[in-house]
């Protein structure tokens, strides 16, 4: 359970932001990472950091797509 404050009060924030039945992000966290060599806790990293990039990448072309449709229907 990850814990915030706001306003100086606890707050949940699966409460804020409840994840799916079996989203794997939650799944991904929950593993026990004790069994893991530290070659697979690196490959595990260069994994995780290429998804960033794939994710972040992805964001780019959605905020330029937006972008591109909000001059489109600009009033002049």
Excluded: C
Excluded at 14 to 32: A, I, M, N, R, Y
Excluded at 44 to 62: D, N, P, Y
């Amino acid at each position: 359970m990850r814990v915030s404050t706001v306003n100086d009060s606890a707050v949940d924030l699966e409460d804020l932001f409840p994840s799916k039945p079996g989203d794997p992000l939650v799944e991904l966290g929950k593993q026990d990472l004790d069994p893991m060599s530290i070659e697979e806790l690196q490959g595990r990293i260069e994994t995780l950091k290429a998804e960033i990039a794939r994710v972040e990448a992805h964001m780019q072309r959605a905020q330029t797509h937006r972008s591109a449709a909000e001059d489109l229907f600009k009033k002049p």
